[in-house]
T-cell receptor, first 113, second 108 residues
Framework: DAMVIQNPRYQVTQFGKPVTLSCSQTLNHNVMYWYQQKSSQAPKLLFHYYDKDFNNEADTPDNFQSRRPNTSFCFLDIRSPGLGDAAMYLC????????????FGPGTRLTVT | EDKVVQSPLSLVVHEGDTVTLNCSYEVTNFRSLLWYKQEKKAPTFLFML????IEKKSGRLSSILDKKELFSILNITATQTGDSAVYLC????????FGKGTRLHILP
């Protein structure tokens, strides 16, 4: 059974049109991460939540926002997608920040037209 | 600045060969070193290493960590075409910092 679920798996949006990507987990993990992975590059951490505490990476553009309304769900909002935001977006969860192995979701591949 | 550096970035070998992938790291609050295999989807976990000098093994794959030299290697013996993938190394403190990966291609 899938434990970290991302919807949709493929998303096409237009330049400048807001888009929301969804991640849910059945693991009751405290930590949820969002990574951006562009073609042939390493996953880059955008932000993470420890419970309700939000931690933004210093170089994450303001165009990217996140919400975690409860333990199970976390959303990535891209307010005005540009062509450069086309990427695979990976959600991961872990029980704690340290000593816990993250579980990755299958990813959402975002295309911007 | 925390960083993880992998080498080589790309490697092409013939089926049956043995390969060694390298990973060095500089992470302030290092806790563990992770290896992942990534095909055209999310990374798949291979190993987590926290102690120096203890080899972890899974079938034809093995990995070891040197915390003094801040270095890890991933070995794959008797490679098969199904081993073709990007192999990601990551260092974990409170977050996971990935290297750029080694793209491994196995020729039949």
């Amino acid at each position: 059974d899938a434990m970290v679920i991302q919807n949709p798996r493929y998303q096409v949006t237009q330049f400048g049109k807001p888009v929301t990507l969804s991640c849910s987990q059945t693991l009751n993990h405290n930590v949820m991460y969002w990574y951006q992975q562009k073609s042939s590059q390493a996953p880059k951490l955008l932000f993470h939540y420890y419970d309700k505490d939000f931690n933004n990476e210093a170089d994450t553009p303001d165009n990217f926002q996140s919400r975690r309304p409860n333990t199970s769900f976390c959303f990535l909002d891209i307010r005005s997608p540009g062509l450069g935001d086309a990427a695979m977006y990976l959600c991961a969860t872990s029980r704690e920040l340290s000593g816990s192995l993250p579980d990755f979701g299958p990813g959402t591949r975002l295309t911007v037209t | 600045e925390d960083k993880v550096v992998q080498s080589p970035l790309s490697l092409v070998v013939h089926e049956g060969d043995t390969v060694t992938l390298n990973c060095s790291y500089e992470v302030t609050n290092f806790r563990s070193l992770l290896w992942y295999k990534q095909e055209k989807k999310a990374p798949t976990f291979l190993f987590m290493l926290t102690s120096s000098g203890i080899e972890k093994k899974s079938g034809r794959l093995s990995s070891i960590l040197d915390k003094k030299e801040l270095f890890s290697i991933l070995n794959i013996t008797a490679t098969q075409t199904g081993d073709s993938a990007v192999y990601l190394c990551a260092a974990k403190d409170d977050k996971i910092i990935f290297g750029k990966g080694t793209r491994l291609h196995i020729l039949p």
